[in-house]
């Protein structure tokens, strides 16, 4: 079974521009969750996307957004960069809607603002 | 803020060593979770305890919790090099603004 994927795992992006990073769920995983992990912040909670819903989103502001697929994919777009968005973004899936159970987690994608 | 805080930040021990990680939190919680990063990856988890458990175990992993005291402790027993690692404890909050958080992190070095 394939875990959860993430792409890019490298991003290079100057300030004020946008970036998009790519999360595939486990398969017959609904639930999809974003995290920010900035070096020394830990990890922040972002979004969570349930059935091509915005179920919660954490303390970001609006810049930061996203999207579900029909095939429970998710996008997530961070606008106007600034420099403190550099950071590894975690995206995870869980089986169950909410935070019962465990969530699994993909590689990340190492976002890097200059 | 974090919900959860674990203790100490960083923990250095020599393999075949036991290594004790503890993990606070604030309010209610349904149950409590423990993950493993290694450097710059994403994370794994370990082991969930749900509140009316008291100690669970997974190979070499033992969990305990108490509710009374908003704690939780993580038990690796006879420690690898391999066990090297970023260990969090996650708590969630549910209801309509449900999410997991989780806390800054313990670095775990175990010297070979």
């Known amino acids: 079974e394939a875990g959860v994927t993430q792409s890019p795992t490298h991003l290079i992006k100057t300030r004020g521009q946008q970036a998009t990073l790519r999360c595939s769920p486990i398969?017959?995983?609904?639930?999809v969750y974003w995290y920010q992990q900035a070096l020394g912040l830990g990890l922040q909670f972002l979004l969570w996307?349930?059935?091509?819903?915005?179920?919660n989103r954490g303390n970001f502001p609006p810049r930061f957004s996203g999207r579900q697929f029909p095939n429970y994919s998710s996008e997530l777009n961070v606008n106007a960069l600034e420099l403190e968005d550099s950071a590894l973004y975690l995206c995870?899936?869980?089986?169950?809607?909410?935070?019962?159970?465990?969530?699994?987690f993909g590689p990340g994608t190492r976002l890097t603002v200059l | 803020s974090q919900q959860g805080e674990e203790d100490p930040q960083a923990l250095s021990i020599q393999e075949g060593e036991n290594a004790t990680m503890n993990c606070s939190y604030k309010?209610?919680?349904?149950?409590l979770q423990w993950y493993r990063q290694n450097s710059g990856r994403g994370l794994v988890h370990l082991i969930l305890?749900?509140?009316?458990?008291r100690e669970k175990h997974s190979g070499r992993l033992r969990v305990t919790l108490d509710t009374s005291k908003k704690s939780s402790s993580l038990l690796i027993t006879a420690s690898r090099a391999a066990d090297t690692a970023s260990y969090f404890c996650?708590?969630?909050?549910?209801?309509?603004?449900?999410?997991?958080?989780f806390g800054k992190g313990i670095t775990l070095s175990v010297r070979p």
């Open positions: 995870a899936s869980s089986l169950y809607s909410g935070v019962r159970d465990e969530q699994f």
């Open positions: 398969s017959g995983h609904t639930s």
């Open positions: 996307y349930d059935e091509g819903e915005e179920r």
């Open positions: 309010t209610s919680i349904n149950n």
């Open positions: 305890i749900r509140s009316n458990e």
């Open positions: 996650a708590t969630p909050y549910t209801g309509a603004n449900s999410k997991l958080t």
